[in-house]
């Protein structure tokens, strides 16, 4: 069975493809899924750090494209999650090191090894971005609820349009206090805007910071609430029919976001 | 009677006043490069200087809508650099500020489309029209950036306390290399979770990344109200943030000796007597 190739891209930087990238990957492999995680931001990764695998590259994904390893030599196992595993990228090359072409060829390889292959895209629609999608069936477009944020977003899902990829959206750090005061825009007004189907919606919350810098994925975390999200988040991805937690109904969520859903 | 005879001297051209080009650039996206240069712009322009704010994003432009000129903006970067425009009509006057200018990026074009050498040219004749030329860089260390660093010899780097933006921000000072002066903004510093430990410091972040520091943001909602409603915070009074921005514009003017001050949270003491309502907070 060939794995499932989805790019995490979002054209404004910054809004948490790699930690969405790096968190969705451990719920997946916590659910035993076979997941290998992509870096493809040649030059500025990022991956690494917040996975904490940081010391353990030994090879990456430029050498993998030249010839000077094998794709498994390349691949660093997670520690904490025996079906993880991460392909980083390089940071001293730069992007225009690999084509879209050769970026391809890597991701097919991997489809044979594992369940999901996940692709942290680079900031921009660049040549980063364009070798980000061209290995990918699916995409995930991460943003948040800022207009600038939207304004890329929606560039880019009509790039990711021309290419025919399904779309699927995460809304990140959402402030339900501010979306109550009316000085952030709401989850609905941000899919009404976007139209695309909604997967997740993530809170802003300050557990991420300490988690992100520490290298460990917050699903990590016992009794974690981000980790619950990203967790929900894997299982709808993994084509479960988990409800978006309703409002108006009592409970956690409903309180925590004062607007319509939340996970 | 005559005409005393001045002896003949050859000509001398008075030098062209030049303005300063100065591009805000972090290798990490998100971390408030455009935001900064909307704010540090709009503070030097109150001041009375000529300043014009340059989106370098070419098909991922979120400076006009920053600064709250999205509906005004006629033509474009492009248009100016493939001549259908001149620079005079391609920008985009301030609604509060008279002396501030727009440049904005084309939406629909890619980085690719922008002629380095072109862009250089550029900014040295925006450079004869104003005191400073802002450069906003896109994410990245791709086409963008190179385009964008080309006709600065000034750079800021916008930092966030995190692992991976001070990655980011070190591998982009190296790339700017030696002809360019850099000094530092630390953005969206959370001073509790400093304290907590649960945050790099200011000083961890200087640690690594060793270099002249202009100014600290903290992490507020009124950055992110003011960025969607197109204002600028640096032009709000009441706002410590606004004055936060106002202060790295007067170090960058040579106006403000004073050092950056470092957000530090309320001590306890301070706290409690804004709760009882107290004149200390």
Same mark, same amino acid.
């Given at each position: ?16 493809? /790699? ?6 990957? $451990?719920?997946?492999?916590? @659910? ?13 990764? +990022? ?45 001293? @090359? ?36 364009? +070798?980000?999608?061209?290995?990918? &069936? ?12 939207? %304004? #890329? $977003? ?17 809304? +990140? ?47 990590? /975390? ?12 894997? @299982? ?7 409800? =978006? /937690? ?18 | ?9 050859? !000509?001398?051209?008075?030098?062209? !006043? ?26 030097? $322009? ?9 989106? &370098? ?18 033509s474009h970067i492009l248009d100016v650099l493939e001549e259908r425009a001149t620079i005079e009509d391609a920008l985009v006057a301030d609604k509060r500020v008279p002396t501030l200018r ?13 002629? /380095? ?9 925006? @450079?004869?029209? =104003? ?21 600065? #010899? ?35 510093? %959370? ?57 790295? &514009? ?21 706290? =409690?007597?804004?709760? =009882? ?5």
């Open positions: 069975m060939s794995a499932r190739r989805i790019v995490l891209t979002s054209g404004k930087g910054g809004v948490g493809k /790699t930690t969405t990238t790096a968190n969705l990957g $451990a719920a997946l492999a916590k @659910r035993g899924k076979r997941v290998v995680l992509v870096d493809a931001d040649i030059g500025l990764r +990022n991956l690494d750090l917040v996975l904490g695998v940081e010391k353990r590259i030994v090879f990456d994904l430029v050498e993998v494209v030249e010839g000077r390893c094998q794709l498994r030599q390349a691949l660093i196992k997670d520690k904490r999650f025996e079906s993880l595993s991460i392909l980083p990228a390089s940071q001293t @090359r730069d992007k225009t090191a690999v084509s879209e072409l050769q970026f391809a060829q890597v991701i097919d390889g991997l489809t044979e090894l594992c369940d999901y292959v996940l692709i942290d895209c680079p900031a921009g629609i660049e040549h980063g971005f364009r +070798n980000a999608i061209a290995g990918a &069936a699916e995409a995930i477009v991460v943003t948040t609820p800022e207009v600038s944020a939207i %304004r #890329d $977003a929606d560039r880019v899902i009509g790039k990711l349009h021309e290419r025919g990829l399904p779309i699927r959206l995460v809304i +990140n750090r959402i402030r339900p206090e501010m979306v109550r005061s009316g000085d952030m825009m709401s989850v609905d007004d941000v899919c009404d805007i976007l139209s695309a189907e909604l997967l997740g919606i993530v809170p802003d919350d300050e557990e991420i910071i300490d988690t992100t810098n520490r290298g460990e994925p917050v699903v990590l /975390t016992p009794d974690s609430r981000l980790g619950a999200i990203y967790e929900k988040i894997a @299982r709808r991805l993994d084509g479960e029919i988990v409800p =978006f /937690t309703s409002l108006n109904a009592p409970g956690f969520f409903g309180r925590l976001f004062g607007q319509k859903k939340a996970g | 009677m005559h005409e005393l005879q001045q002896p003949q001297v050859a !000509p001398v051209a008075p030098p062209v !006043p030049r303005g300063r080009a100065i591009v805000v650039t972090s290798g990490k996206g998100g971390v408030g490069k455009t935001t900064t240069t909307a704010n540090v712009g709009a503070a030097l $322009a109150r001041t009375g200087a000529r300043v014009v704010l340059v989106d &370098a994003d070419v098909g991922l432009r979120n400076l006009d809508i920053v600064m709250g000129l999205e509906a005004r903006v006629r727009l440049l904005a990026a084309a939406q629909t074009r890619e980085k690719d489309d922008v002629d /380095t050498e072109g862009m250089r040219k550029l900014i040295e004749s925006l @450079r004869e029209r =104003f005191d400073y030329v802002l450069i906003d860089c896109p994410a990245g260390i791709e086409k963008g950036f190179q385009n964008a660093i080309v006709g600065a #010899d000034e750079a800021i780097i916008v930092c966030t306390p995190e692992v991976s933006a001070v990655r980011d921000a070190d591998r982009v000072v190296g790339l700017l290399g030696n002809r360019t002066s850099v000094k530092l903004i630390v953005n969206r510093l %959370r001073p509790a979770l400093v304290r907590k430990g649960k945050m790099l410091s200011v000083e961890d972040v200087n640690a690594i990344l060793r270099l002249p520091l202009l100014g600290v943001i903290t992490d507020e909602p009124g950055v992110i109200i003011s960025t969607n409603n197109g204002e600028p915070i640096a032009l709000d009074d009441t706002s410590p943030t606004g004055a936060a921005y106002r202060a790295i &514009a007067g170090r960058i003017a040579g106006t403000d000796a004073s050092a950056p001050e470092i957000p530090q949270e309320p001590s306890l003491l301070k706290k =409690f007597g804004s709760l =009882f309502g107290g004149r200390n907070a």
